[in-house]
């Protein structure tokens, strides 16, 4: 399934007239296939025994026009460092108050949002996020320990 996801972003990038190089191929592709929202130096200690003159600055800038492109949303929570997601569909993030592991959560018809509140406030809506805190089953097992 990734390695299509993987593909169909490299073909849009391809059609804007991007440069495909390696750095930005193996960055693409270890977000699609990493399921835990990493951050840049994540990303960037994940990568960089295979690129061994690649720089953080690289990895964020990657980052920068992958979200400008609308591949990727930078999730930014409170003074820690952004997550990053590949994003191919619509979807929410339960995040934990201890750990602070993100997990995707799709839920559809929530598209209805927009339109109801572009009703109630004649905002012209361009996007919406949805997030909810609490504990995840690994930090609740530790609480009742």
Known sequence: MSSHVVEDAINKMKDSNIRITPQRYAILEYLVE???????????????????????????????????????????????????????TKHYHAICDKCGKVVDVFYPGLEDVESATEQLTGFKIRDHRLEMYGLCPDCQALEEK
């Open 34 to 88: 990493s399921k835990s929202h990493p951050t840049a130096d994540e990303i960037y200690k994940h990568l960089e025994h295979r690129f061994p003159n690649m720089s953080v600055a690289t990895v964020y800038n990657n980052l920068r026009l992958f979200t400008e492109i609308g591949f990727v949303i930078e999730m930014a929570y409170g003074d820690s460092s952004s997550r990053f997601d590949f994003t191919s």
